[in-house]
């Protein structure tokens, strides 16, 4: 059950800030900021750069490719946009989930976004370049998470992909709390095939069993559909652990 009264307040730093512009206006996600339910603050971290150039990022110590983003403008950015001092952070830490989305993190996941979607605000941390000054990790962060076993070229996606699954849990967001009872994942499988008008295209049928009306059968047929298709694509998910690594070929 959700532990508050439907409104999620989401802090995301980044150096990128324009990026969340149009996915935060469109669709469910737009709908929800629209409607009060959901409140996400996009803050740019350069505004806490240090120096003239408001710099943001240096050498790596200890030599190698690439910068690393410094320690100083996220704490500072973190700090003063929440409306904590800076000697406050275990405060802080308490109050807020402050996450850092990384592919160093633990792998996002349907139950890991149901929790998250349970807390009434949460922040979350875009790196850049070759990543962040592990400081942050250490003394800011209280989690840290992946969604899932590549690369990309900076957190804003992964914060975006995580600020949608988590947005569809809050109440109010999505209308009809039963298709979230349905979807893949929910009950450790992925979700049965769907089918929509027309019933027959270019000489495809869709299943006599879904035209038939009968309810029950739909029900069985759903079942076992989802079955052996979770059986075949994700075997994992049937042994419990969601964990692709243990894939069966
Ligand atoms: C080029 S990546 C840095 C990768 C880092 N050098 C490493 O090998 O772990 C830059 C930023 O993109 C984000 N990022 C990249 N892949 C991600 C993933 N799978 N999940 C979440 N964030 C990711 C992180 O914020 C990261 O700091």
Known sequence: MNSHEG???IDVFTIFPAIFDSPLREGLLGKAIEGGILEVRVHDIREHG???HRQVD???FGGGAGMVMKPEPVFESVTACLGYGIEDLERL???VEVVMLTPRGERLTQARVAELAALP???LICGRYEGVDERVMEHLCTSAISIGDYVLSGGEMAALV???AVARLVPG???NRESLEEESFSGGMLEYPQYTRPAEYLGWRVPEVLLSGDHG???RWRRQAALAYTRRVRPDLLRGSGDETERED
């Open 7 to 9: 409104k999620m307040l």
């Open 50 to 52: 240090t120096g003239r």
């Open 58 to 60: 240096d050498a790596p």
């Open 93 to 95: 830490r308490e109050e």
């Open 121 to 123: 605000r949460m922040a």
């Open 162 to 164: 995580l600020i949608d």
């Open 173 to 175: 967001v999505v209308g």
């Open 217 to 219: 059968a739909v029900e």
